[in-house]
């Protein structure tokens, strides 16, 4: 072992996620952070411009997530959430219910996105059981991504990831997003499967893994308006869209129209700690209170609202409510919009959409334009040589970076974007 690199010591035992591993070259081997860096065993800086998977919203190894997550390390690491609680746990909720939609009033602790959004199916279907109904269709949109468990698999896109395990999936019926175009269509298709539908789940303005596919905000608010009007609850994944991605504190508040729950991790904790959060309204919450024990919400997971993820996350919330924090989400968006202009007109680009701080690029390819394109690996090699973390989904590359980003960091980007236009 000792005479080994880190990246051979890794491939001897490690299974990498989204990972063909009979071919993947040997992984890169990371040894610090430093702000907006990742930094590599044999020295090498890379710009992390994709957050390290949407999480890192403040910069690695922020002194201050740091300075709390190690004092709260030496006061309470863990107690089991069942029958107990903690100062860390009634903070955290106190401060998300305060910046939340005042539909929402009740916190319900998970580990991370997918298993947010379980908790968020399960608190749909058992609301309607727990009243001797049974609905346990959902609807959900075509392209769309809510994580890798059985649930949230279940509620994503059919997919070449879904393929062996379609047999195992529960009823979905699938809508395209919403425009001018189809609205009254849409309105129809969930009219008709309204008395079977539990829930509709939907990412607010962006789909994430599916593309970076954008859509409208009043579009939105006629879809959940129309599934409040005819039963059905509405779950809002703001898993990747959370923490000011959008522009806004959540993706939810640029609608009219605000959602029965919401679920949130990612950006929670600033990407220092894993927790997921299903937030609900007080109507689903009293549902599940009564003398039958049959009716509680049998959920629950061993490291359930973890103080030092609790700090981690009451740390990430004081910076991104820093004056100096919403700021740089404003240079940065407009930083996007500058460069969507500039770049619109190039004859490589297919199309190119913005939504706050995440901007997506379609490159124009006569390959296959899904993930598996070839031309992602050839884009995703040519950032890396260049210092640059951007993980291509397939034809579209796509930044979303922390909100410490300078201006010169975002230039260097573009200029590097632009010199792969011409490239490939």
């Keep these: 072992m000792a005479n080994k690199s880190l990246a051979e010591r890794d491939q001897d035992l490690i299974w990498h996620p989204y990972t063909q591993m009979q071919n993947a070259p040997a992984p890169i081997p990371i040894t610090r952070g430093e702000g907006i860096f990742l930094i590599a065993e044999d020295g090498k800086k890379y710009i992390d411009a994709i957050s390290s998977w949407w999480v890192n919203i403040h910069g690695h190894a922020h002194p201050y997530i740091a300075k709390k997550v190690s004092e709260q390390l030496s006061t309470l690491e863990h107690v089991i959430f069942a029958g107990f609680t903690h100062p860390g746990a009634i903070e955290l909720a106190e ?37 001797g109904k ?55 298709q969930i009219s008709a499967s309204a008395s079977d539908v539990s829930a509709f789940i939907f990412e607010p303005l962006v789909q994430g893994a599916g593309g970076m596919q954008m859509y409208e905000a009043e579009y939105l608010d006629e879809l959940i308006k129309h599934c409040k009007n005819n039963g059905i609850l509405t779950i809002a994944d703001e898993v990747m869209t959370g923490f000011g991605r959008t522009g806004k504190l959540f993706a939810s508040d640029h609608l009219s129209e605000k959602a029965d729950l919401m679920c949130f991790s990612k950006g ?15 109507i689903i919450y009293e549902a599940f209170l009564s003398d039958n024990k049959l009716k509680t919400l049998f959920h629950g997971h061993s490291f359930t609202a ?25 240079r940065i968006t407009a930083s996007h919009q500058l460069f969507n202009k500039r770049i619109s007109m190039h004859p490589k680009v297919k199309c190119i959409r913005q939504t706050g701080t995440i901007l997506a690029l379609e490159w124009a390819t006569r390959g296959e334009t899904s993930y598996f394109n070839n031309l992602r690996d050839n884009l995703y090699n040519f950032f890396l040589e260049h210092g640059i973390i951007l993980r291509p989904l397939g034809n579209i590359i796509y930044i979303m970076p922390p909100y410490c980003i300078t201006d010169e960091q975002l230039d260097y980007i573009y200029k590097k974007i632009e010199e792969a236009l011409e490239r490939f």
């Design 95 to 131: 401060r998300l219910i305060s910046i939340l939609p005042e539909s929402q009033r009740k916190v319900f602790y998970s580990d991370n996105g997918s298993t947010a959004v379980e908790v968020a199916l399960k608190m749909c279907f058992q609301y309607w059981s727990n009243q």
């Design 134 to 188: 049974e609905k346990t269709k959902v609807l959900a949109f075509n392209n769309s991504y809510h994580g890798d468990t059985f649930g949230a698999m279940a509620v994503s896109a059919r997919s070449a990831f879904t393929k062996p395990f379609e047999k195992l999936l529960f009823e979905v019926e699938f809508l395209d997003l919403p425009n001018l175009n189809n609205l009254n269509e849409l309105k129809s």
């Design 268 to 282: 929670l904790t600033g990407g220092t700690m894993a927790l997921g959060v299903t937030t609900c309204t007080s």
């Design 306 to 330: 973890n103080p030092i993820a609790c700090a981690a996350a009451l740390a990430s919330m004081d910076i991104l409510l820093e004056s100096e924090t919403l700021v740089n989400i404003e």
